[in-house]
């Protein structure tokens, strides 16, 4: 069993930047491959960001590439969403998933996991 706690979310402007946080307690968190997604209101979930078991691989979603960037910390049990240059469009509770022995997939049936989420609001 995974818990994930997601933190770092609350209101930015736009062009500002904010680091999301999701902590990851049980065993062997550097065999889970972990994932970002988000979703607004009225909107299905969509993927933003992975990041594979071993850390070597990691995609995007195009809508955040070379604005967002995803890393892990396997020491603190922990992987970020550092969130670059936001749009309004960006606005959406962010949820991190969970996977053992992923590969940083980017669909939502592929994780086991999930957090409660962290809301980010971008002000225009």
């Known amino acids: 069993q995974v818990q994930l706690v997601e933190s770092g979310g609350g209101l930015v402007q736009a062009g500002g930047s904010l680091r999301l946080s999701c902590a990851a307690s049980g065993r062997a968190f550097s065999t889970y491959a972990m994932g970002w997604f988000r979703q607004a209101p009225g909107k299905e979930r969509e993927f933003v960001a992975g990041?594979?078991?071993?850390?070597?691989?990691?995609d995007y979603a195009d809508s955040v590439k070379g604005r967002f960037t995803i890393s892990r910390d396997n020491a603190k049990s922990t992987v970020y969403l550092q969130m670059n240059s936001l749009k309004p469009e960006d606005a959406a509770a962010y949820y991190c998933?969970?996977?053992?022995w992923g590969s940083g997939s980017s669909s939502t049936s592929r994780y086991d996991y999930w957090g409660q989420g962290t809301q980010v609001t971008v002000s225009s």
């Open positions: 990041i594979s078991w071993g850390g070597s691989r990691t």
């Open positions: 998933a969970a996977v053992q």
